[in-house]
Each structure stands twice: as C-alpha cells, then as structure tokens.
C-alpha cells in the first residue's frame, strides 16, 4: 500500500496535534453533485450503484477531486446489512429504503440468520480495495456501518418511520426479542466493520441516527448497550484496535458523556449542542467530530466562511477536532458553498495553530 | 362562570401540592378517537372544525366524555395566526399545512400585517366561550399558540419541512428580516393568548414544535428571545399575569435552564430527557409538564401502566407535576391506552402523595 500523504484525520481522531483541522463531509460522495447524479444515472439506480464496485469506487472519489477534503469515505448504505440477511432491500428514490421481508414477530428474528460477509457483502470489501489501490495514499479510507438499533429500526419497520410505532411496540412489549434483534445485529457489525479494516478502511464510524428517538433508559438500553459492545470488541481484537473509531448518535448531545466512556475514539455531534461545551464535558477522553448545521449551506458564501470560522474557533487550539457538518449535506446544495467551507476550515484553523505555538 | 370544581392542574402549574398529579394529553381531542373522525367528517375538512365554534367545541369535549383528564385544550390549529395575517392556510389530510402565500423575500416581510384578532380571529374567541360554557367549571380549559420560531417556519417555507432549507436561509443570509418577522408574529402571539384569556381560557401553552431544529446559539437568537418575550408581555399585564404559562420547545432538553428563566411557570419536556434529570436541573422554579414517549402506547396496557407509574415515580412527591406526553398522541394508538394511562397516573401518584404525608 502506498503511503499515508495526508494523515490530518487520523492524528486529529487521535488527539494529536495537526497543522489545520481535518474536514470531510457526511454524504460528501452525494447528489448535491452533478457528476454523483450522472453516474448514479449509469448505475440505473441507487443498490446497483453501491453494488458496483467500480461505480461506488468512482463516486467515493468524485468530491476528492474537487475539494482538498481530509478524508474518503466509503460510498454504500447503512442497510448493507440487513440487506444481507435476506430482508430484501429496496432504495427507490423519492420512497426511500425498503425491506420486502421486515421483521414483524419474534419467530422472525429467531430464525434471523447471520450474513454471509465474505460472500455477500464482498461487494463492499471489493469496493474498499479499489478505493484503497485508487486514492493511493492521498487521504485516508472511512468505513462505517449503521448502529445496531439504527438497524433494527429499519428491520422491523420495513423502512423508514416517523414515529418508529412498530419497533418502540418491540421495545416496550417483549424486549427480550428486541435485545436478540440488537444482539444479532451487533455481532454482524463487529464482523461487518472488521472485514472493512481487513480490506483498508483506515478509520470507521457508526451512525447511530435513530438514537435520539428513544427516551433516556431506552436509549441506555437499546442503542448504547450494543455501540459499547462494537467498540469493546473492536478495541479488544488486535486487528482493529489501532483503528480510530468514531461513535455518532443524532440528537445524543444529552448523553454524550455515555458515548465518550464506551471506548471510542471519537465521537460526532449534531449542531444542536455547541462545539465548545461539548468539548469541556468530554475533556480529552475523545475526539468530537462536527458540527455545522448542514442548512447554513443554504446561505450566502459570506455567512458559510463565517459559521466554518465560529466552529473552528469555538473548538479552539486543541487537538482532537474533526470538523464536519452535524448531518449529511442536502441535495440541494450547491457545490461552491462546500469549496467555500473546506478552505474557511483550514485556513481559518491553520492560523487558529500557528498563533497558539 | 361555573366555579371551578377541578382545580389540579391549576395548583400543579403554580406548584401547590395537589392530591394527584393532573394528567392531559398532547392532541387528546384528535384522530385516536373515533367520535373525532365522524365530526370531522361531519365538519368536510380540518379548517372547517377549527372555524366552526360548535363543532370546536364538541371536539374539545370528547376526550373528556371517556377518560377524568384534568384539563381541556381548546381544539384549534397553531396556524391560525398566519391565516389571520393573510397567508391562506390548507390544511389536507395526507399532505398537512400548506400556504398559498408564503413569505419568500424581505418586501413580504415588511408588508405583513398584523392580524384582526377580534374579527379573524374571532372564531377561535367564540370556540372558548362556547367550551367554558359547556366545561361548566369540570376542569380548565387550556388556550395555546405556536411559537413565533416555529409560525415562522410555516410561514416561511410554506408547510412543513424537513431540512428548514428556506428559513434557515433566512436566518443565515439575512438575520435582520428574520427578527422582523419574528417580532411581528410575536406581537400577534401575545395579543391572542391575550384575547383568549378574555375570553376564558383558564392556563396558556405556546408550542415551539421546531426549536430544537435549531443550533444553540440560532436557538437562544431567534426562538428563545421571542419566547421570553412573551412570557415577560403576559406577566407584566394584569390580565394575563395569573394565568399559568407552559413553554415548550421539542427537542429543548439541552436549553432547559434557559426556557426556565424565561418567567414561564411551567417547561414541557419531551420524552428525551429523564423528568428526574430535568428537575434536578430547574430545581423549584418552574412546573414541569410530560414526559411520556408517545410510542409507549402501541405497546400492551401492563407496559403503559408500567411506564406512567415510573414517570411519576421518578418526578417524586415534589409539588409541580403536570403528566403529559412528550409530545402529540399518534392517531393509531388504542383510546383504551389513554383509559389506562390517565387512571395510572392518577392512582400512583395518589399513593405516592399519602405516602408522603
């Protein structure tokens, strides 16, 4: 493998010192780009495209060739899994991911059977490779997964959901099956994220973006449980123990604290919670990754270097900091505002560090 | 007027000990309930049950024919401020708040009129009467309005929205029409919760559905500052300055001290954050309303007993519980749910409090 030209992400997930803060955007391989929507038109639809090694590889590095961004990020879906399982996945656009087989009673999710990783999820190692071989040491490679009760949402309600009716019902109605569900699921992500580290990932994320519809104890139990248990393993097996691992719950900020103390190296946070308060209640236990609210987007450039300068400054001359927006970007983004926010972020920073030495 | 025979919620709201804790519930005169569904159909279309002061108030009433809540809410939509203002409301069933005019640029701002509460709004005015009269002193009636934050949102995009893409626009690129905005609508948000004081309504709640949409700092900018001035306008008026006041921002776990501080009497929670936590963290200041996952409902009776018997547990047999949802009752839940949760909060809770004494 070539090596690492640009290691800002991973001494910043590591809480070392770094010249500019590191910056990647969730859903940065996305239709907010012309040249996403043209390949994702050559793919005929959204699974295929991800399914295609070359397609997802092409994607993944698209927004590296317009912005100096710090990071790659593998381009797949969080449902992958699932998917695998034999759930039957379905992502049309404008409806949004469906499973033709959902979970709906506890006979099902005892029968759940593992995935076939090597085997059917090979498509994503596959693509991992090529990215690896592609990007040729220039940043490195994110992997990433769904949170296991992210997961389980989606599994037991067919797809999305506005009020999660039929998973909270398993919850709060038998949650012992809630917990072989969660359980199952975990056991798959660890394998799942592994893999990932086996074929190059060079870091690897879990969102987490359910979790935040869950009252506290619910929260404690159904979701933080099981991301303890990704990162314990994670940091106990020698194959991935060195790989940064950044933990992100949307709408989490009351439990950040929680996350932080599960063993990860990083943890994301949306744009509700100030960066700088944030920081003092995690100390230096972690890395945060965040946290513009991805709507500033849709202002003037002036007002986007602005926000990228208040959230730089607010983390303030420390390492440990990612910056990110506290979502995926929107699609209907223009891409000159992204150009605008990676540069504010490391000049902005790289004055921030040079004033502090 | 009757006098009034049910006065817990009153005396929870102003945090005198009561014998147990009231209990009513977010959209309780709603689609949950058969007897609603058949006088909407009666009425044609949602804005015609709102407009129609009979019709209002059969609505209102219903719930409290099943279940010995504590508390009527006027049957009304936050929506009818803008309405007034000239914006043409539609609400359909399946696509929800639509307005034929939305506010897309400065000029509109500036030229938007106050409403004529008596007259356009005088429907709403009507509705309380006619309720008072019915209630005939059983319980309080509670009058409310949405928060200028979350009108605005509306009033802006034109309906509801996902990403906040206009508004936030808004906000970002042009922060002077934005305050604009809102100190308009929060001239108007005062003179009706004014009015409906007048006309009865015996304890006030303003809705701010969208604030926790928001970062920190945009929050506390542009929808905390109006809710403040609200609860200071109400309390410095001898006619409103006795009648309890409910904020509540969904998703305002983090910014609870602030809400607080406003000079509100009460704080609705959401089912995020632990109502223990929460009064820790607001101390004897202010009541506190919720904070039941909405979702706890789809699940079996023994569980949503279960779950009620917790909440007041956890509250403890402190003065200044009012029981709710953390937010609006789904209309696919079991009204025999609601029978059952309204007699465990009151039954615990009345042990709880002999316990105590």
Redesign the interface.
């Known amino acids: 493998m070539s090596p690492l030209l640009n290691d800002r992400l991973l001494r910043a997930l590591r809480r070392e010192p770094v010249d500019r803060t590191p910056v990647w955007i969730m859903r940065q391989a996305g239709r907010y780009l012309p040249e996403y929507r043209a390949t994702r038109a050559q793919a005929g639809d959204f699974l295929t495209l991800c399914k295609t090694p070359e397609l997802a590889c092409e994607v993944t590095l698209q927004p590296l060739r317009r912005f100096p961004l710090d990071a790659a990020i593998l381009f797949s879906d969080i449902l992958t899994i699932p998917d695998a399982m034999g759930l039957g996945l379905t992502l049309d656009e404008g409806v949004g991911p469906r499973f033709e087989r959902p979970l709906r009673d506890a006979a099902s999710i005892r029968t759940l059977p593992a995935p076939d990783i090597a085997g059917d999820l090979g498509y994503v190692l596959d693509a991992v490779r090529l990215i690896r071989r592609e990007l040729d040491g220039k940043v490195p490679l994110i992997g990433f997964s769904g949170s296991p009760w992210t997961l389980a949402t989606y599994m037991v309600e067919g797809g999305g959901s506005k ?4 998973v ?2 398993l919850v ?2 038998d949650p012992d099956s809630a917990r072989l569900l969660l359980e199952k699921v975990t056991a798959s992500v660890i394998d799942y994220l592994r893999a990932q580290v086996e074929a190059g990932v060079q870091a690897l994320m879990v969102f987490d973006t359910w979790g ?1 519809a ?6 404690r139990d159904f979701s933080l449980t099981y991301l303890a248990k990704i990162a314990g393993a994670l940091k106990g097996d020698p194959v991935t123990a060195e790989i940064p691992l950044t933990l992100f719950t949307k ?1 989490g ?2 439990w950040l604290e929680e996350i932080a103390a599960t063993g990860c190296d990083c943890v994301g946070v949306d ?4 960066l700088g ?1 944030a920081r003092m209640r995690v100390g230096d236990r972690v890395a945060l990754q965040g946290n513009m ?4 987007l ?3 450039e002036e ?1 986007v270097v602005a ?1 990228a300068e208040r959230i730089v400054a607010e983390f303030g001359a420390h390492p440990g900091h990612v910056f990110n927006l ?1 979502h995926g970007i ?1 699609p ?1 983004i223009d891409p000159g505002r992204v150009a605008a926010l990676v540069d504010a972020v490391h000049e902005s920073s790289a004055a921030l560090f040079s004033n502090g030495t």
């Open positions: 009020d999660f009716a039929r909270k019902g709060y109605d935040g869950l009252s506290t104890p619910a929260y709408g900020g009351l744009w509700t919670l100030p308060a609210d991805p709507a500033v849709y202002a003037g007002r926000e506290g929107h209907a």
